[in-house]
């Protein structure tokens, strides 16, 4: 790579298990916070707690995953065991990275997250990109937020998961307008797994383990057998399993209460030799891959069903695992992650959240050498890659885009570049079908979406975006009834003076809106700001598409731009 530009005011740390000279043109910074944990477990544990590695370095292995998907470069022959193998590179390889480590093994410290973030723009970088959830408190209270609101003035764009609270209703979190808000969602390559049963009937499910099968003979079927105290053994949890009853046999296991690859360590130690793991009515359809500890499928509500009426009605159920399928062009992708967390925004529901869906199912991506994939360390066999779920991984996905989006447009502003990349984001998956929740099966929502999942290609000409600036956003602040104090301690600015505000947040120049109808309040007018990024002289025509049962109109009909950059203002005036 080319050498490191000039401005860039960034360091190396050194410190336990890394020197300063592990950076080079690639990673071109690399710094720990800690004080905020340090204080917290002098409280709980006493002065100089082990707990603490005062150093840069990766001892989890989340970092390492989603820095390497925002930016890592071209590496043949990848695979995790031989899953998903082939060339694996991040969304933008040529970039440059930075990491700021603020989680701990006990948590992400608010103090150690906005002293890394504040490093961050000191230190000059472009994008900021966090995997880290949490509860939705209002911005004022939210390190988060208030870090990325300095960072949006200075013109960084911020991208931040959703959170993995789905599908449960408002569960998000990350929801400021300032911050691109990212959902998670399927890809078209699955890592199946098959259950063959004794009466013949197939059923297709997902998996990643990697060790020898249960042998080429069927063999016996057990569920919710010898129960122990007041344990159920459909459960798996440890200590529920009789070994009379499963030693020999597949378990089929439901999910829930104990961790998904700890049920099959429950089943191994109990002399099983394989598990199915089935979904209940919380979890739906939602299913994710996982390394077990021995052959084991993970299968949807629907399926699990069938076969736990199998086992329940046949005298002698088996069955037979086929594992170690790596599946390309599935169909219908993408799908709306089970996991990933839902709106309503509880904070500002006026501010329709996530903002956009991104990959983040199955994802591969590089993985630290310094502890073991399984999450359980019980296969302590070393990869440097893995395969994992999560908004943590969606994120990165987004921060990528934006980064080849501000390569393309450096005059941008972070608003424009999250107009952009909703904007131009669609609906349809590979069926030509609307998305669709892997929770239930159905049609997804704009709760579940936001806007639709990002079009890398078509973000980077969007013609139109709508654009906001650090004003804007004082304005709106100024319109959610804090204080004062409140709204200057989420602007930094002590001469914010809020003689300006909406009368309701939604008229802030947003991508998107969404609308509450309150019981005296039956129709709502917003009006919107775009900026022409296309060719001059173009024309733009309005298409409307809503329920029958609300009215929709936008004035005027038809955009005429003259030029570049010229902006064109539109009303939307919605009634039930």
């Known amino acids: 790579m080319p050498d490191i530009p000039k401005r860039w005011r960034g360091e190396c740390e050194s410190g336990k298990d890394f020197a300063s000279s592990l950076c080079n043109k690639k990673l071109i910074g690399a710094r720990s916070f800690y004080k905020g944990f340090d204080m917290a477990m002098r409280n709980k544990y006493g002065k100089g707690s082990e707990k603490i590695i005062n150093s840069p370095r990766d001892t989890d292995g989340h970092g390492t995953h989603t820095t390497s998907t925002v930016a890592g470069s071209h590496v043949p022959n990848a695979s995790y065991f031989g899953y998903a193998s082939g060339i694996a590179r991040g969304m933008v390889p040529q970039a440059r990275v930075a990491a700021y480590k603020?989680?701990?093994?006990?948590?992400c410290f608010s103090s150690d997250i906005l002293a890394g973030m504040e490093r961050a723009i000191e230190d000059g970088v472009n994008i900021l990109s966090l995997s880290i959830g949490g509860i939705s408190d209002p911005y004022f209270r939210d390190a988060i937020a208030i870090g990325a609101f300095a960072a949006t003035k200075r013109g960084i764009f911020v991208s931040c998961s959703a959170g993995n609270g789905g599908p449960t209703p408002e569960s998000l979190s990350n929801v400021a307008p300032w911050i691109m808000t990212v959902g998670a969602g399927t890809v078209d390559r699955d890592f199946r797994g098959y259950a063959v049963l004794g009466n013949k009937n197939r059923f297709t499910g997902v998996s990643l383990y990697s060790g020898k099968g249960i042998g080429s003979e069927p063999v016996g079927l057990v569920y919710n057998k010898g129960v122990k105290s007041n344990q159920s053994s459909s459960i798996c949890t440890p200590g529920s399993l009789d070994p009379k009853w499963v030693r020999g046999k597949v378990v089929l296991c439901d999910r829930g209460v104990n961790a998904r690859v700890e049920?099959?360590?429950?089943?191994?130690?109990?002399?099983?030799v394989g598990m199915i793991l089935a979904n209940t009515a919380e979890n739906g359809e939602g299913t994710v891959a996982d390394r077990h500890v021995l052959p084991a499928v993970a299968v949807g509500k629907i399926a699990g069903d069938k076969i736990r009426e199998y086992a329940g009605s046949d005298p002698n159920p088996t069955v037979d695992l086929s594992l170690g399928w790596t599946v390309l062009d599935v169909k219908p992708a993408p799908v709306v992650a089970e996991f990933s967390s839902r709106g309503p925004n509880n904070?500002?529901?006026?501010?329709?959240?996530p903002d956009v869906i991104g990959p983040g199912v199955n994802i591969l991506a590089g993985w630290t050498g310094a502890v073991e994939p399984s999450t359980l360390h019980t296969d302590t066999r070393i990869s440097p890659f893995n395969l994992l779920s999560g908004t943590s991984m969606s994120c990165p996905h987004i921060s990528g885009l934006a980064a080849?989006?501000?390569?393309a447009h450096p005059k941008w502003s972070p608003s424009a570049i999250k107009s952009a990349l909703m904007t131009t984001s669609y609906t349809l998956d590979n069926t030509n079908t609307t998305l669709r929740d892997a929770s239930t099966g159905a049609i997804s929502t704009p709760w579940d979406h936001g806007a639709g999942h990002v079009d890398p290609q078509k973000a980077l000409s969007p013609g139109l975006v709508y654009d906001a600036s650090s004003n804007d956003y004082f304005t709106f602040l100024c319109s959610l009834n804090y204080t004062l104090e409140q709204v200057q301690t989420i602007a930094q600015n002590p001469n914010v003076n809020c003689s300006r505000r909406f009368s309701d947040p939604g008229h802030l120049n947003y991508p998107s809106f969404s609308i509450l109808f309150r019981s005296k309040k039956r129709a709502v007018r917003y009006t919107r700001t775009l900026t022409n990024v296309g060719d001059a002289n173009s024309v733009y025509n309005v298409a409307v598409d809503g329920p029958s049962a609300v009215s929709i109109t936008v004035k005027p009909t038809k955009l005429v731009f003259g030029k570049v950059h010229e902006k064109k203002r539109y009303t939307s005036d919605i009634c039930v």
């Open 102 to 107: 603020v989680c701990w093994e006990e948590g």
């Open 263 to 272: 049920k099959g360590v429950v089943v191994k130690k109990a002399g099983g």
């Open 347 to 353: 904070l500002t529901p006026q501010i329709l959240k």
């Open 404 to 407: 080849l989006i501000k390569a």
